[in-house]
C-alpha cells in the first residue's frame, strides 16, 4: 500500500499530467492542422479537425473523469475510514458507469472487419466508464 506522500505525491503528478495533456493536446492539434492544410483539401481537413477534436475532448475527459476518484481515495486512506462517504452515490456512478460501458461493448458491430475500428473510436469513453468503476470499487 502506498504511504501518506506517496499518495499525495502521485495526486500531485496526476493533476499536473491532467493540465500538460490540456494545454500539450490542443498544440499538437494546432500543429497537424497547419501541416496538413498544404496537402489535404479544406472540405477533408475539417472533417478530420472536427473527428481529432472529439477524440482529444475525449481523452480529456477521460483524464479527468478518472482522476476525479483520487482526492476521494487519498482523503479515506488518509483518515483510514470510509465515514462521509455518500455510499448511494458511489453506487449509481458504479451502476451509471457499468450500464454506460456495457451499451458501447454492446453497440460493437457483428461485422470483424468494424470492431477494431469501432473499439478504437470509443477507447477513451470505454476506459473512463470501466475505469472509473474499477476504481469506485476501491473507494466503496
Given at each position: 500500500i502506498l504511504g501518506n506522500k506517496s499518495l499525495k505525491n502521485f495526486c500531485?503528478?496526476?493533476?499536473?499530467?491532467?493540465?500538460?495533456?490540456?494545454?500539450?493536446?490542443?498544440c499538437q492539434l494546432l500543429l497537424r492542422n497547419q501541416d496538413q492544410s498544404t496537402v489535404i483539401e479544406r472540405d477533408n481537413n475539417s472533417l478530420d479537425m472536427i473527428e481529432m477534436s472529439g477524440f482529444i475532448c475525449g481523452y480529456i475527459s477521460c483524464v479527468f473523469y478518472l482522476g476525479s476518484r483520487f482526492p476521494q481515495l487519498y482523503k479515506n486512506?488518509?483518515?483510514r475510514s470510509t465515514e462521509g462517504t455518500s455510499y448511494l452515490l458511489?453506487?449509481?456512478a458504479m451502476m451509471g458507469n457499468c450500464t454506460y460501458g456495457l451499451s458501447l461493448v454492446l453497440?460493437?458491430?457483428?461485422?470483424?472487419?468494424?470492431?477494431?475500428?469501432?473499439?478504437?473510436?470509443?477507447l477513451p469513453w470505454l476506459i473512463g466508464?470501466?475505469?472509473?468503476?474499477?476504481?469506485d470499487i476501491f473507494v466503496s
Open positions: 500531485i503528478t496526476w493533476i499536473m499530467v491532467c493540465i500538460a495533456l490540456c494545454v500539450i493536446l490542443p486512506f488518509r483518515r458511489f453506487a449509481l453497440k460493437m458491430p457483428a461485422t470483424e472487419s468494424f470492431r477494431a475500428l469501432y473499439f478504437l473510436h470509443h466508464s470501466f475505469g472509473v468503476l474499477f476504481l
